[in-house]
């Protein structure tokens, strides 16, 4: 949650009113920070995805609220999102976190090549598509853990390069 103040004046690293998650990487748990500066970088990146798409569940548009994230600024957050998954030596094993680092890597590729954000499923249909993604079977299997199918997970080797692959896209480096 932002406030009206906060969201007419984007900031980096974003402030928040609250900000609360659910993970589950050994057992549910909420994190639930007060207000200050976010620890997420994913925070910019929503309230962008929000303007650019205009979803809203209730009030004004959201082009009424937020004021434009600047894209130097979804740039650090996407490579920032992508160095956190790059560091992690297992992913397997839970399908939120397969699901979200590949469609991290695939929304963050999509970000870099066209300069617009879009949902992680979105990024992951957009990756598909794409003869230079290197392992679209991880990607297919993303996506079919969102919609709930019961397949294997992508090995880890997988999910890495397609991580690195974004990295690469963003940075220009490795």
Not at 21 to 30: E, I, N, S
Not at 32 to 39: D, F, N, P, W
Not at 135 to 162: N, S, W
Request: proline share 8%; aromatic share 8%; hydrophobic share 40%.
């Amino acid at each position: 949650m932002v406030s009206a103040e906060h969201a007419a004046e984007p900031s980096s690293p974003p402030l928040v009113e609250i900000e609360f998650g659910t993970f589950r990487d050994a057992g549910w748990a909420m994190d639930i920070t007060e207000r200050g500066e976010s620890k997420d970088d994913g925070t910019n990146l929503a309230k962008a995805i929000i303007l650019e798409t205009g979803a809203r569940f209730a009030g004004p548009p959201p082009s009424e609220v937020f004021e434009p994230v600047p894209k130097e600024w979804l740039a650090d957050a996407a490579v920032a999102e992508l160095e956190y998954w790059a560091s992690r030596p297992t992913i397997t094993g839970e399908p939120n976190r397969v699901r979200t680092a590949i469609f991290n890597a695939c929304r963050a590729r999509r970000f870099a090549s066209e300069g617009s954000l879009c949902s992680k499923r979105q990024g992951g249909e957009w990756a598909l598509r794409r003869p230079e993604t290197v392992y679209p079977d991880a990607v297919g299997r993303a996506l079919a853990l969102q919609a709930g199918d019961p397949v294997a997970f992508p090995d880890d080797r997988a999910i890495h390069e397609t991580v690195a692959q974004a990295l690469r896209t963003l940075t220009g480096r490795g």
